[in-house]
Structure formats: C-alpha cells, structure tokens
T-cell receptor
C-alpha cells in the first residue's frame, strides 16, 4: 500500500522559470492538500483539492501559484516565474473521504525547491 | 495571537524520562487535533490523533485534550534518543493549522 508519492524530490530552477510539483495521494484517498515549509518555519496550508475541484485555496499566494487535481493523474502544484523566496519544502498530504471528525492526513516525502 | 502555539524548545530530557510537549490553540470550535513528528530534512509523520476530551494512549505516547482550556499535550514515556525530533501540533478537520513545533532532544 504505497503512501503519498511526490516527485520530484528535489527541484532546482532558475529565477523566472516554472516549477511543477506532482502528488499522487494514497490509494482510497480523495482529498489532497499542499503545504509549504520555509526554512526554520512551520508548515503553512496552501490549498485543499478534491478531484477536479479546488475546495479551499485561502493559503495560496494570489499570483504565480496554481493547483489542480484532474480526474486522471496526480495533483499538480505549479509555480510560474519562480523567485528566490519560493525556495522551500513543499509537502503534499492526503486523507480519505470520510465523514465525521476522523480525517487523519498523511504526508508525502516532499519536494525541495531551490531557486537559483 | 497565533492560532496554534508551541514552545519552540529545545526540550532536553534524559533517556528513559517522560517528555511533555504542550500546545494551545485559539479557535474554540476546533474538534480535531493531531501530533506529527518531523525528523530534520524529512516529512511530517502522524503519531497521534485525538478528538474528545481526556487521554488517548498508544504505546509510549499519550495525547491529552482539554477543550475548555484549549490545550492539547503529548507525553512520551521512556524517551529514547530516536525520539529526538521536532513535534508539530496541528488543529483542524480538513485544513490543518500547524504550530511551529517543539524540538525534543533525548540524551543518553
């Protein structure tokens, strides 16, 4: 039973390039979340998606960042025209489609983005 | 006021002792609480979830929740050097709000 799969694990981009981060949730999970962790800081919520729908994007920067979770394939976090301040670890988490309080989320290994 | 607050530490305890990690939260209607462990350079790993007032035990770990005081804690019994990590408190049902974490150091 594979866990949450993220790729690439490490990504280096020059300023102005685009970064595309991929996340495949655990089998049976329909909820996907993206978090960002800056060096020496806590995890910050970015966006919550279900298949073909963005449920909550309150943590996404207004410009250059977008996310999708298509009917087929992984969820994608896209950062256009990257700047040095985008350098961070980006974690994807998934949780099952359950009602009630029990919504444990499990994290992937993360993508470490470095902008040079 | 931060939504989820933790003492950043480091909290240093000797091997075999009980480590006590604390977290307070500001949203009174929160109903789901989680503790994650994160080793340096690694991803967060879920170790405990708690949803109702009182204690929940799992092996060497006990989570305690007091909704009236808006307080959740994690006790680690018989601490081991391998428990040395940053422990993240998270609150929320789907969208999680994380504290900045408490760094725990267990020395032999």
């Amino acid at each position: 039973n594979a866990g949450v799969m993220q790729n690439p694990r490490h990504l280096v981009r020059r300023r102005g390039q685009e970064a595309r981060l991929r996340c495949s949730p655990m089998k049976g999970h329909s909820h996907v979340y993206w978090y960002r962790q800056l060096p020496e800081e806590g995890l910050k919520f970015m966006v919550y998606l279900q298949k073909e729908n963005i449920i909550d994007e309150s943590g996404m920067p207004k410009e250059r960042f977008s996310a999708e979770f298509p009917k087929e394939g992984p969820s994608i976090l896209r950062i256009q025209q990257v700047v040095r301040g985008d350098s961070a670890a980006y974690f994807c988490a998934s949780s099952p489609d359950k009602q009630g309080l029990n919504t444990e989320a499990f994290f992937g290994q993360g993508t470490r983005l470095t902008v040079v | 006021q931060k939504e989820v607050e933790q003492n950043s530490g480091p909290l240093s305890v000797p091997e075999g002792a009980i480590a006590s990690l604390n977290c307070t939260y500001s949203d009174r209607v929160s109903q789901s609480f989680f503790w994650y462990r994160q080793y340096s350079g690694k991803s967060p790993e879920l170790i405990m979830s708690i949803y109702s007032n009182g204690d929940k035990e799992d092996g060497r770990f006990t989570a305690q929740l007091n909704k009236a005081s808006q307080y959740v804690s994690l006790l680690i019994r018989d601490s081991q050097p391998s428990d040395s990590a940053t422990y993240l408190c998270a609150v929320g049902r789907l969208k999680l709000i994380f504290g900045t974490g408490t760094r725990l150091q267990v020395f032999p």
